[in-house]
């Protein structure tokens, strides 16, 4: 069973939040994401100031077999994309919750978190597609 | 339900990650795609190709019957075990499998292997061409297949043989095969390594499975199979070259035996019209300069104007960098860029193959 830490929001296209407690939230793909990806090669991570819609494709990440979108959980501004990706694209596949983050964002509302997934939803969503 | 090859509770096992792939039910990987990769340009790797289909074409006609249906032409073969790369073109010159075919024997003995997902078609397609030639045709659905590749894969292999199969397959030269007892070992291959592809009866492939893999050989499965193929320039049926585009347009010129000029194949006469053509289009290699993957079907353009497609590209391990196969209007330069995503992305056209017998051959 892949990894799901419990202090983490979901959605159902497989990414995670986490609440940086300073205002920003933090986007990544989650273990079972990455494991069905296979080998991650590339990553293209959104530009600063950027305003994404809740449900917006806003990053890529291609592994060997395809390029997929990742899309923002919830509507806000990307303060910062993880430019370690450039060099270690598959610090995603070996640390997806923490050196493998994909972006930073402000949310617009904080709220919406709470209108997210939380792990055993999740894992509920991983169960129903397998 | 999908079909499954006599090694499918192997991978299980293994735990490997299984796809749908040309009818059958077979593994992409076994945990990392680009570990199986590095393991067959370093060392040895191995894939299950039960999938892919052994024809055995016997009889008085089979060789004139060969001579008309490929390209290239089976003449050439004149010892025993020697092999052939062909496609089998239909009658406007595009390919309808492509295809190695093996003389097995003085008296017209062939034997040829095609793909998993057109070996139905093949069979048809072959038997609705055989009137007039006395020839039997029988698909060996009895046989199994590893692909054993890479710069130790001979030597390992050998060592799990039975020692006189062991010593004909070492001695073997590249693109010959070797017969014993039922098994049929070849130094062929689809990875750009050195090795073997061996076929044997179904019943005995678990144990030359389990063999090869206490000798070290590592699994590798589908997803690793097409980054070594694409490396070292080899096409894929369906991506690269198909019902609608041909051998001229696909880079595999070098397969079509243009001489003599009397032997009248399938194809022939459509090949010909194209070959005048001024419009004939490149086959090409591509190494991404920007930052990206490259991707069949994205478009290549030059001054930003679409000029090619991209028919397989991906991301190559050895090369750490993006490359892709593309067909081009003719004569282009060194510099292009490719569509990623509606942005043009530098790239430079190259010649494949990229990576052969564990070597970078285009420059970075």
């Known amino acids: ?118 792990a055993a939803a999740y894992e509920q969503v991983v169960a129903d597609e397998s | 339900m999908a079909l499954r090859t006599p090694l499918h509770s192997e991978h299980v096992r293994l735990r490997a990650r299984l796809v749908p792939f040309g009818g059958w039910d077979m593994p992409l990987h076994y945990g990392s795609q680009i570990e199986e990769h590095d393991a067959v340009r370093q060392h040895a790797g191995m894939f299950d190709v039960s999938h892919m289909c052994p024809v055995d074409i016997e009889g008085p006609d089979a060789q004139a019957f060969l001579r008309r249906l490929l390209a290239n032409d089976v003449a050439k073969l004149k010892t025993v075990g020697k092999a052939l790369y062909s496609c089998m073109l239909n009658d406007s010159g ?24 057109t070996a139905d078609k093949d069979l048809t397609w072959l038997e609705s061409r055989r009137t007039g030639f006395d020839v039997e045709i029988r698909r060996r659905a009895d046989l199994a297949m590893i692909a054993v590749q890479g710069p130790q894969a001979r030597e390992l292999t050998a060592t799990c043989l039975p020692r006189e199969m062991a ?118 290699g591509l190494l991404l300069t920007g930052r990206g993957v490259l991707r069949a079907h994205q478009h290549v353009l030059l001054d930003g104007r679409e000029v090619g497609e991209i028919t397989s590209g991906g991301f190559a391990p050895t090369l750490q960098r993006s490359i892709a196969l593309a067909r081009v209007a003719p004569g282009l330069g060194e510099h292009c860029e490719v569509e990623i995503r509606g942005k043009p992305v530098a790239a430079r056209i190259v010649k494949p193959p990229f990576v052969r017998h564990g070597r970078i051959l285009v420059e970075l």
């Open chain 1, 1 to 118: 069973m892949s990894n799901l830490p419990a202090d983490l929001k979901y959605t159902k296209t497989h990414e995670w939040v986490r609440d940086n407690g300073d205002g920003t939230v933090t986007v990544g793909i989650t273990d079972h994401a990455q494991e069905a990806l296979g080998d991650i090669v590339f990553v293209e991570v959104p530009e600063n100031g950027r305003a994404v819609a809740a449900e917006e494709a806003c990053a890529v990440v291609e592994s060997v077999k395809a390029a997929s979108d990742i899309y923002s959980p919830i509507a806000g501004e990307i303060v910062e994309g993880n430019a370690a990706l450039a060099d270690s694209p598959d610090a995603i596949n070996t640390s997806p919750y923490a050196d493998g983050w994909i972006f930073r964002l402000t949310p617009n509302d904080m709220g919406a978190l709470a209108g997210l997934l939380d």
């Open chain 2, 94 to 117: 595009g390919v309808v499998d492509d295809l190695i075919v093996y003389l097995r024997g003085p008296a017209g003995h062939y034997r040829l292997v095609v793909n998993a997902g």
């Open chain 2, 167 to 284: 010593d004909s397959a070492l001695e073997l030269a590249p693109f010959h095969a070797t017969e014993c007892g039922g098994w049929f070992i070849a130094r062929t291959g689809y990875t750009g390594e050195d090795g073997f592809e061996i076929l044997l009866p179904a019943d005995h492939v678990v144990d030359l499975w389990s063999v090869l893999l206490d000798a070290g050989v590592r699994p590798c499965g589908l997803g690793a199979r097409d980054t070594l193929r694409l490396e070292a320039g080899m096409n894929l049926y369906g991506r690269d070259m198909g019902e609608d585009v041909g051998p001229l347009e696909s880079g595999l010129e070098w397969t079509v035996a243009w001489e003599p000029a009397e032997r009248d194949f399938i194809g022939r006469a459509a090949l010909e019209e194209l070959r005048a053509s001024p419009e004939r289009r490149d086959f090409v």
